[in-house]
């Protein structure tokens, strides 16, 4: 008979640090999962690592904008030489079917790319996607870079940097280890009206509101709906939220970061009074073990988390997170169990 899981020990989900640092654990050979400004990632050598632009963290010391360090994980090479691979739109579908048959995959992909998008819509239909241990998130840039700088993407051992295409580093694991992906959503629908959409889209017009077919960013101005909680639907016991980009009302046009589904009842969320101490209430004693995190940086903005902790949770705040398929404004993490 197999002995309850427990995790294995871990010091944390990465730790924020400095140029010099980061050399260091290159060097040794490491395999790393980087988060970093673009200008840095741009001065560091070849290596066993993966990264996206992003210049929000989670730190050490609590939560942190910096573009002159980089966020480091550490990642688990207990079974064989974990492999880098790129994809794009015409390989994107295969990600998990490349994947180890026991193992975990760790996936970033550049936001507003195509690959971004069709991730984002197509992903819980591709093949062994929710079979195979699936995490990661959406690179981005700092918010004052918006639309003059493009996320990047990079493979280390080739100092290879993409904006249209996603990178996975697919890990093998031995049998007694399994990775157990969790999703911490703060977010609840609220007890409003029900909203379902006619088509599946980064964006929309028209919606349907208990039924009435009305104008969406209309609907949001008459309501006076505080566009920072995100859409909220359960997806089959899972809360799963879409976050607002952007409210053009003279269009009539409602910009998503994830898109919204034709068969989904969405609500408004219920507002959350907290973050920084809801997320570390939140969050179940062996969280503390976790090999790798993220978070939104959604979270990040509107709970105010600069200067402070979530938690012992460590990890990049970026434009997406990825739990087997595209998530907002959730935190996202990994416990390798051992049997």
Not at 26 to 31: N, P, V
Not at 315 to 334: D, K, R, S
Request: hydrophobic content about 40%; some cysteine.
């Amino acid at each position: 008979m197999n002995a309850s899981p427990s995790s294995l020990s871990s010091p944390v989900s990465g730790t924020l640090m400095d140029l010099q640092e980061a050399l260091v654990l290159i060097r040794r050979g490491a395999y790393l999962s980087i988060a970093a400004d673009e200008s840095l990632l741009r001065r560091l050598p070849s290596g066993n690592w993966i990264a996206g632009s992003i210049p929000y963290f989670m730190a050490q010391d609590g939560g942190e904008t910096s573009r002159q360090k980089l966020f480091i994980t550490e990642l688990p090479a207990h079974a064989g030489t974990p492999l880098l691979r790129w994809y794009d739109n015409s390989n994107l579908h295969k990600v998990a079917l490349d994947a180890p048959a026991h193992g975990l995959t760790v996936l970033i992909v550049p936001a507003f790319s195509e690959v971004h998008s069709r991730f984002a819509r197509e992903a819980p239909a591709f093949e062994d996607q929710y079979m195979k241990p699936l995490v990661g998130w959406i690179a981005g840039v700092h918010l004052d870079d918006l639309g003059q700088a493009a996320p990047r993407v990079v493979n280390g051992q080739t100092l290879t940097f993409s904006g249209e295409h996603a990178l996975a580093v697919h890990i093998p694991l031995p049998e007694s280890i399994y990775p157990r992906i969790e999703i911490l959503n703060l977010f609840r629908p609220g007890s409003g009206d029900v909203i379902r959409f006619p088509s599946i889209g980064f964006s929309a017009h028209e919606c349907f509101v208990n039924g009435e077919l009305v104008n969406l960013a209309q609907y949001l101005g008459q309501k006076n709906i505080d566009t920072r909680l995100p859409l909220v639907a359960d997806y089959s016991g899972a809360m799963i939220n879409v976050s607002f980009k952007a409210v053009d009302a003279a269009a009539g046009q409602v910009d998503f970061y994830a898109p919204v589904f034709d068969d989904v009842e969405y609500r408004i969320a219920e507002p959350v009074p907290n973050y920084a101490k809801t997320f570390a209430q939140s969050l179940p004693a062996d969280a503390v073990g976790a090999c790798w995190s993220c978070n939104c940086i959604l979270n990040y903005l509107y709970g105010e988390l600069e200067g402070q902790r979530t938690g012992p949770m460590t990890g990049p705040m970026t434009f997406g997170e990825i739990a087997y398929q595209l998530l907002n404004q959730t935190m996202v993490y990994v416990n390798l169990e051992k049997l």
